[in-house]
């Protein structure tokens, strides 16, 4: 890894980044110069060590020179800029062969900066390091491979010689779309500082996960206009496939706990929901509430209609009740064409209310085989009652209103 590369991966960085040899500024990444626009080159700053003596004075408003950091440690100084602004900074400083390394950060981001200032010393002092630990490939601004470290070629399994002067398409996953990797290409290029998840390929055709952090390439720290860039990778497959097995074991329980149908809570789910709201109701003597739900006469709809429009009204059914719900209520599909509620901090008589605004909205509703009416059953869980109890009563209330000509809601 060269000295260019190691200047292009400080210019990257957040913090201002000085390197000096002998005393005399050899480099400032880009930050600096968006800090302090009055420099416009980094032969402007060596003058007279403008950088630093116009700049940098000490807590106490002493002026500060570059031979004032002359050992590893870290100094509070405050940094005037061109408007007058003065700003407190926090200086690291770490000695290097004939020369030294500045890093500045501003105090609010003390830690963030400290965390920086350990990164630019490895970088610095342990290029080789670096080379085999970082995987890291760096391309033209055509997108040709120029260089690769060590740590990419052992986990992709290239040769150098099989990868320079190649485009990186030769890296990405075979089933990639072109289409698709030329709008990745442009994004890159219109925001060179890209981070994100992608899956490449090895030599031997295996696929792998990495995050990739894009930097552009700069031939010096004043240019504007990259020739290139740089991905920093740090492999992710077995995070991924540690997400992927996460995400089938959600799956699997969401299908234990949900009607495939109506996609509501299943009769499994709702048993556990009440036991769990039960519970809940005796520890902290709250109201609680259920509400029972039939379509009255859903028979004749799947005799007369078939059983895909007597299916189609059940998910009707499904998605007008959730709209009529607090999100603190739990809904789901008892079994066959009835429903329940469970309405956690509601005494009876609003529960009550609610089915009756609920029996207005079907009586209303359209459905796929025209209009169609329900019956209800209400009640409140009582801290005498066994789970049993509480969904017996529901139950019966929901009888009587069966047995009072339908379409009605009966509270016990």
Known sequence: MDKQLLYSALDAQKSIILVYQRDVLVFAN????????QFSSLEECTLNHR????LFTDIDGQDLSVETFDQNETL?????HAEGLITVYQIDTQLIENGKVLTISEVSSTETAMSCNLAHRSLYDNIDVIDT???MVRVDEFGRIISASSAFLRLSEFEAVDLIGKPMSIIRRPNMPQRTFTR?????????RWSGELKLRKKDGTL???YTAVAPAYVSPSQTKS??????MEEITGQKEMEQTLIKLYEVRQLSMTDPLTQLYNRYKLNDSITREIERTRRYDVPLSMILIDIDHFKPINDNFGHLVGDQVLVEMSKLLKAHIRTSDILGRWGGEEFIILLPHTVKEHAAAKAESIRCAIEKRVFACGNITASFGVTQFRLSDSEDDFIRRTDDALYEAKGSGRNIVIVV
């Not at 950088?51 to 116009?54: A, G, I, L, T």
């Not at 020739?227 to 920093?232: D, S, W």
């Open 30 to 37: 880009r930050r600096f110069f968006q800090v302090f626009p």
């Open 133 to 135: 630990l970082v995987m």
């Open 208 to 210: 792998y996960w990495v």
């Open 51 to 54: 950088c630093v003596s116009e």
């Open 76 to 80: 509070m100084a405050r940094i005037k």
């Open 227 to 232: 020739n290139g860039y740089f991905f920093v």
């Open 184 to 192: 990745w290409w442009k994004t890159i290029q219109e925001d060179p």
